[in-house]
T-cell receptor, first 109, second 114 residues
Framework: GQNIDQPTEMTATEGAIVQINCTYQ??????LFWYQQHAGEAPTFLSY??LDGLEEKGRFSSFLSRSKGYSYLLLKELQMKDSASYLC??????????WGAGTKLIIKP | DAEITQSPRHKITETGRQVTLACHQT?????MFWYRQDLGHGLRLIHY???????NKGEVSDGYSVSRSNTEDLPLTLESAASSQTSVYFC?????????????FGEGSRLTVL
């Protein structure tokens, strides 16, 4: 079966750095995506990785290793507004998105 | 600005009733999707459409149906609501030419079946 694993919850301090991991086992691979979802709101797109390596976008970076079935989302200079759930999703061989259950990130002052 | 809207945002219904959740997008996207989101689960695909008159079943399609009569709308119908269908439902759309998986989501419809 297809599976996406990510930690249920993480806590970090304002101004610090946090890394949210995602491991996957899917039927084929056509890209990995990270979305942010604030409580009670819609998910919004953060990043897309299809090749191995690091993609940087401002305070957020996303890393992919296809051989290890592994990705992480790195958030730097944490702000209170970064408190949200972070969803990892993989596009399989049928171009369907398989979603992880999400990681709830709590930022403390 | 282009957008995607869902209605109603909140609904309480009784077991056995028919319920329709509306989804309307002004992006002119061909691809539209319905997901449900439950605690402890990732988003699960219910139905999707790649264009007018095209509909496809997703992972959890039993008890749900959709129709696509125009580009803008993909209503989701629960034929006979069950308590197991209590959930938050998200509609999403994406541009046909982008195979990057970037979806634009509506704000969600919270459905409670008593």
């Amino acid at each position: 079966g297809q599976n996406i694993d990510q930690p249920t919850e993480m806590t970090a301090t304002e101004g610090a750095i946090v890394q949210i991991n995602c491991t996957y086992q899917t039927s084929g691979f056509n890209g990995l995506f990270w979305y942010q979802q604030h409580a009670g709101e819609a998910p919004t797109f953060l990043s897309y990785n299809v090749l191995d390596g690091l993609e940087e976008k401002g305070r957020f970076s996303s890393f992919l290793s296809r051989s290890k079935g592994y990705s992480y989302l790195l958030l730097k200079e944490l702000q209170m507004k970064d408190s949200a759930s972070y969803l990892c999703a993989v596009m399989d061989s049928n171009y369907q998105l398989i979603w992880g259950a999400g990681t709830k990130l709590i930022i403390k002052p | 600005d282009a957008e995607i809207t869902q209605s109603p945002r909140h609904k309480i219904t009784e077991t056995g009733r028919q319920v329709t959740l509306a989804c309307h997008q002004t992006w002119n996207h061909n691809n539209m999707f319905w997901y449900r989101q439950d605690l402890g689960h990732g988003l699960r695909l219910i139905h999707y459409s790649y264009g007018v008159q095209d509909t496809n079943k997703g992972e959890v399609s039993d008890g749900y149906s959709v129709s696509r009569s125009n580009t803008e709308d993909l209503p989701l119908t629960l034929e006979s609501a069950a308590s197991s269908q209590t959930s938050v439902y998200f509609c999403a759309s994406s541009a046909e030419e982008i195979v990057t998986g970037e979806l634009f989501f509506g704000e969600g419809s919270r459905l409670t079946v008593l």
